[in-house]
């Protein structure tokens, strides 16, 4: 399947939507500073609910295996935006089959 690219805005809504299910609800203008405001929440998430960063990663359909590769690094100054691109490659993934089947 051919990568077709997709503007923040899309990647940023299918995201929300899936934290709004966890009933996370965050602002619809949260994540209006692009993909940092997204590395931004990871990171903080990390920090004080690392539990939560799974929960969004198992609800996305991101693989466990790929996600604890990324857990297990030892640079840890750099999970937050490896787990951020995981998340927008899925996001992008999801769009793209949901446009491909609709």
């Known amino acids: 399947m051919d ?7 899309e990647i940023a809504a ?5 934290m709004d299910l966890l009933g996370w609800n965050l602002p619809a203008h949260y994540f209006s500073e692009g ?4 590395e931004h929440l990871i990171r903080d998430l ?21 996600l604890s590769d990324i857990l297990v690094q030892k640079d ?3 999970l937050a935006s490896e ?9 992008r993934d999801r769009i793209q ?3 491909l089947f609709s």
């Open 46 to 66: 990390l920090h004080t609910h690392p539990q939560q960063v799974r929960e969004i990663c198992y609800r996305l359909g991101i693989s466990e295996w790929r």
């Open 3 to 9: 990568a077709i690219d997709f503007t923040w805005i």
């Open 14 to 18: 299918d995201f929300q939507k899936d």
């Open 35 to 38: 993909p940092q405001s997204l």
């Open 76 to 78: 840890k100054h750099l």
């Open 97 to 99: 089959l949901r446009k």
């Open 83 to 91: 787990i951020t691109q995981l998340i927008i490659d899925r996001c």
